[in-house]
């Protein structure tokens, strides 16, 4: 949850409605709003110590990102999609991540390998934390943007790295709609996937990168598609 006052003192640096669009985003992908949850908008609104109106706008904004769905005169829901539209979107999601790869391998340097590595050793480590399942899975969420980042850097194409940044938060978005922990379930897998990818940017193999990257990205896909499947209880 986030400080009423940070939001306020941080308001002078930056507009209102764009960090209320930033910690509501941050529930979304962190799992905290589902569908068919309703968006709370009045306790949005006393929780951050802003009026409706920055929720309402930074919940338009959503609803363009495709996040949320704005029903008039009811309110504002979690999107619902259909497990067929999750997949459509990770096969477009696995080309834009392996595009990312590719040209990371082709334009990468030292200290990129560098920063890539330092993230993956870290997520390594998790393979062997005794933490809660929950507590691992937050850890591993962060550190895999992190690394991410890290490949959008190394591929030093600004208009990619954008577009490819906002479909990685809609990846977020339907795991935490998956209500499993998918991110647990898939570490080992993950990060023997994550050294296999940086193993070819530093060899300079595009074309192994872009395809371990593919790979990557479609057994999420395939993973989720066995859970919205086999929904829980």
């Given amino acids: 949850m986030s400080d009423p006052p940070s939001i306020r003192q941080s308001a002078?640096?930056?507009g209102l409605s764009d960090l209320v669009y930033?910690?509501?985003?941050?529930?979304?992908?962190?799992g905290?709003?589902?569908e068919?949850?309703?968006i709370p908008i009045d306790k949005l609104a006393t929780e951050l110590s802003v009026s409706r109106h920055p929720v309402m706008e930074a919940l338009k904004r959503l609803s363009v990102e495709g996040f949320i769905t704005i029903l008039p005169q009811i309110g504002c829901r979690v999107r619902r999609y259909e497990p067929s539209e999750i997949s459509d979107f990770f096969r477009l999601f696995a080309e834009g991540e392996a595009l990312i790869a590719e040209l990371a391998a082709e334009r990468a340097d030292k200290t990129n390998i560098a920063a890539m590595s330092?993230?993956?050793a870290r997520i390594g480590r998790l393979r062997q934390a005794?933490?809660?399942t929950a507590a691992i899975g937050l850890e591993y969420r962060s550190l895999n943007r992190q690394l991410h980042f890290e490949m959008r850097r190394a591929a030093r194409s600004v208009p990619v790295a954008e577009i490819v940044e906002s479909l990685g938060d809609r990846s977020d978005f339907f795991i935490a709609a998956s209500r499993q922990p998918l991110f647990t379930d898939r570490l080992a897998r993950a990060h023997d996937e994550h050294e296999a990818i940086?193993?070819?940017i530093e060899r300079r193999d595009?074309?192994?990168a872009r395809e371990v990257m593919r790979i990557h990205i479609l057994h999420i896909e395939e993973r989720l598609r066995t859970t919205f499947a086999d929904p829980p209880p």
């Fill in 12 to 14: 002078r640096r930056v």
């Fill in 22 to 30: 930033n910690d509501v985003k941050n529930r979304l992908l962190a």
């Fill in 32 to 34: 905290e709003f589902r």
């Fill in 36 to 38: 068919p949850d309703s």
């Fill in 118 to 120: 330092e993230i993956s």
């Fill in 130 to 132: 005794r933490d809660s």
């Fill in 198 to 200: 940086i193993a070819a």
């Fill in 206 to 208: 595009p074309a192994r």
